[in-house]
T-cell receptor
Framework: DVKVTQSSRYLVKRTGEKVFLECVQDMDHENMFWYRQDPGLGLRLIYFSYDVKMKEKGDIPEGYSVSREKKERFSLILESASTNQTSMYLC??????????FGDGTRLSIL | AQSVTQPDIHITVSEGASLELRCNYSYGATPYLFWYVQSPGQGLQLLLKYFSGDTLVQGIKGFEAEFKRSQSSFNLRKPSVHWSDAAEYFCAVGLNNNDMRFGAGTRLTVKP
């Protein structure tokens, strides 16, 4: 069965810290995605990657960066965390032009 | 610009009643369309998808959706709702570059 694993379910960090969110998929999918989910706004795409070492900006990339050194792993980095980055973060993966499969999410709080 | 609209933020139905969740999209080409469900504290689970062909698609858990090109709609339906269907539902449109756009979601409450 399809499996997308996010390293943490809950995370609390302080303003100004560098934060890493990790995502691993075991399905050999080419595409991987990072979204943030906020009430009333649905899912907003931060970054996606369609191949190793490739990345594309989504709708809200400001304040974030990503890394994809291996096909199965896609990391989201908050270079200097701010309180407005408190949110639920969802990772997903997919084959080309196929439905995305989601992890269970990381609820991140920035104090 | 591509967009997905779910007009209903919150819907309440009685258990056993029928359900229809609305979704409208704005996209120049023929879209790929999806419905996902999210239970509290969980990620999104795919209910069904439309790529081409028959405009009435069947999904898991007894859900179906109908693609109506003339109305730019892809509404989700279920003939008889169960208490376990209480969740948040997201409509999404897939773009040619493998990207997706999601609606803001509809939260479903099921009354006993």
């Amino acid at each position: 069965d399809v499996k997308v694993t996010q390293s943490s379910r809950y995370l609390v960090k302080r303003t100004g810290e560098k934060v890493f969110l990790e995502c691993v998929q075991d399905m050999d999918h080419e595409n991987m995605f990072w979204y943030r989910q906020d009430p009333g706004l649905g899912l907003r795409l931060i970054y996606f990657s369609y191949d190793v070492k490739m990345k594309e900006k989504g709708d809200i990339p400001e304040g974030y960066s990503v890394s994809r050194e291996k096909k199965e792993r896609f990391s989201l980095i908050l270079e200097s965390a701010s309180t407005n980055q408190t949110s639920m973060y969802l990772c997903a993966s997919s084959l080309v032009r196929q439905p995305q499969h989601f992890g269970d999410g990381t609820r991140l709080s920035i104090l | 610009a591509q967009s997905v609209t779910q007009p209903d933020i919150h819907i309440t139905v009685s258990e056993g009643a029928s359900l229809e969740l609305r979704c409208n999209y704005s996209y120049g080409a023929t879209p790929y369309l999806f419905w996902y469900v999210q239970s509290p504290g969980q990620g999104l689970q795919l209910l069904l998808k439309y790529f081409s062909g028959d405009t009435l698609v069947q999904g898991i858990k007894g859900f179906e959706a109908e693609f109506k090109r003339s109305q730019s709609s892809f509404n989700l339906r279920k003939p008889s709702v169960h208490w376990s269907d209480a969740a948040e539902y997201f409509c999404a449109v897939g773009l040619n570059n493998n990207d997706m756009r999601f609606g803001a979601g509809t939260r479903l409450t099921v009354k006993p």
